[in-house]
């Protein structure tokens, strides 16, 4: 039941045919589209009042009503809030999918929860959210994909699964103000840029799981004071550690990279 709502939500993006309709939730017009009329569950498609003329708070319910018929919101779709000037947002317990660009450009944006049974967050989905100070990923999440994070320059913590194993392109790209991170303990790759530009990183712990950290990953981590290494780390790309000083530590037990300081 579970996988057939994610190939829903997927195939969703690609018909032509998916209905759509509106309810009106805290003074907006809020547009829903039907995944599966059988499981009734529906994704939140677009918003529309993007007003810049005041900054709002928007509570999503769990369920919409459409021609007697309860639907439950499973998805936030590709760009419905994008650019909008909400600065803070609740979202649904029945919620397992956040859609590319659901939330990116939301500048005002400072205070979200994320459910604890989503799963899969898109590419860019919190994208210059820069007032952004504070991220908890729940153990359910799998997927963070290209971007999610970057540019969120006053984010301060966010908190990884450990269902996590791989943090794509680009993903927490200037954070500024992000001072720590715990890696997740099954991490197997670190993507090319993944932290670059994060000036206030001190330190980094590579789980023993972490076998290849791509090109340019910690570029300009100017910060950076310790990385202590992966017993099982097998490939550093070009320009990994570029503008960073600092002291790397490794265990004795990885051959590739031995300890220099």
Do not use: W
Request: glycine fraction near 4%.
């Amino acid at each position: 039941k579970f996988f057939t709502t994610i190939l829903l939500i997927a195939l969703s993006f690609l018909s032509c045919n998916s209905q759509t309709f509106k309810v009106y939730i805290g003074g907006t017009d809020i547009y829903c589209t039907i995944l599966d009329k059988i499981e009734k569950t529906c994704m939140i498609s677009s918003n529309r009042d993007l007003s810049p003329s005041y900054y709002r708070e928007l509570d999503l319910p769990s369920t919409v009503e459409y021609e007697n018929t309860t639907y439950t919101v499973v998805a936030i779709g590709k760009g419905a809030f994008a650019h909008d000037n909400i600065k803070k947002i609740e979202l649904p317990n029945t919620l397992i999918s956040i859609g590319d660009s659901a939330f990116c450009s939301c500048s005002k944006l400072h205070t979200i929860t994320i459910p604890k049974n989503v799963t899969f967050i898109g590419n860019k989905a919190f994208e210059d959210c820069s007032l952004l100070s504070y991220v908890n990923l729940p153990d359910a999440t799998t997927h963070i994909g290209n971007r999610a994070f970057s540019n969120c320059k006053f984010l301060e913590y966010i908190r990884l699964s450990n269902a996590i194993d791989t943090i794509r392109y680009e993903t927490f790209l200037n954070c500024h103000d992000l001072q720590a991170i715990n890696l997740p303990n099954g991490l197997k790759y670190l993507g090319k840029s993944a932290f670059s530009g994060c000036s206030s990183l001190t330190s980094i712990i590579m789980p023993n799981s972490l076998t290849n950290v791509d090109t340019s990953a910690f570029n300009s981590c100017i910060s950076m004071s310790s990385i202590t290494f992966s017993n099982s780390l097998t490939c550093i790309g070009d320009s990994v550690f570029i503008f960073c000083i600092y002291n790397h530590r490794t265990t004795k037990t990885n051959q590739k990279y031995p300890s220099v300081n």
